[in-house]
């Protein structure tokens, strides 16, 4: 089974930069997107690739996050958020249970420039999503990926030391990560590449992409039970269209 997850960075956006030729190419039993920025309405005349059933979370709010799950494989069950008020506004989880594990899709806060939102991320944030996660592995393995909005450790970005303070590298949001995987959770990429260098985010600015000067924010996680069913895990910079690429994992 191949997973494939991508922060497009508005899908009305990705589609106009060759999407569905992506799409149909990619050969992906499932696709995740996050920051769709759109309501199922806004793309109804969209022909997707063929086999494909989207499922759609929108955030209240027009044109802010949001989430979609494009299935060949149809699921036992969508279910939308994670059940708490509050949290649920903004369109960031999106569940679709299989017969053997539970996939998330999830777009997790920006703790924004100045660290505005940093307390909401990793205060209520991080404590309610690990809690929805928790209670999923109580029924069946979970596998969720999606747009993290953390760097884990050094060698997950370029300047470490630089960005020691900024949005996605401080110590409570990469100490929460820590917490989550010691918990019973892999990152599946570094069951197979442990080095420097693969990054899923660049900024626009300074050529950063093309220098590979990036970060590596978005990610496949897995419940430990699942370690042996896992092929192979893999990162996608070729993939333009967003100032994220893709990520991916297949499963035997």
């Known amino acids: 089974?191949?997973?494939?997850?991508?922060?497009?960075?508005?899908v009305r956006a990705v589609l106009k930069k060759g999407f569905l030729d992506y799409m149909a190419k990619v050969d992906a039993d499932v696709i995740c997107l996050q920051e769709t920025k759109a309501h199922p309405g806004d793309v109804e005349h969209v022909a997707w690739a063929t086999g494909y059933t989207p499922h759609w979370y929108s955030a209240v709010k027009k044109g802010?996050?949001?989430?979609?799950?494009f299935t060949r494989i149809a699921p036992k069950k969508v279910t939308c958020g994670i059940g708490l008020p509050g949290h649920d506004d903004e369109g960031r989880v999106i569940t679709a249970e299989f017969d053997t594990f539970y996939l998330v899709n999830v777009y997790q806060p920006n703790s924004q420039r100045g660290l505005t939102r940093l307390d909401y991320r990793t205060k209520e944030w991080d404590p309610a999503f690990f809690a929805f996660l928790r209670k999923l592995e109580k029924k069946k393995p979970v596998i969720f990926c999606g747009d993290l909005n953390v760097a884990h450790t050094e060698i997950d970005l370029t300047n470490a030391k630089p960005n020691r303070r900024n949005a996605g590298f401080t110590d409570e949001e990469r100490e929460n990560f820590t917490k989550l995987l010691a918990g019973g959770f892999v990152d599946t990429l570094r069951e197979f590449e442990k080095g420097p260098g693969h990054y899923t985010w660049w900024s626009q600015m300074m050529n950063c992409r093309a220098r590979n000067i990036g970060w590596r924010v978005d990610?496949?996680?897995a419940s430990e039970k699942l370690k042996p069913a896992l092929k192979r895990a893999w990162i996608s910079p070729e993939v333009m269209g967003s100032d994220h690429c893709p990520v991916g994992l297949e499963l035997k």
Not at 1 to 10: A, I, P, R, Y
Not at 64 to 69: A, E, F, Q
């Open 1 to 10: 089974m191949k997973l494939v997850s991508w922060n497009v960075n508005g």
């Open 64 to 69: 802010y996050s949001g989430t979609v799950i």
């Open 219 to 221: 990610y496949f996680v």
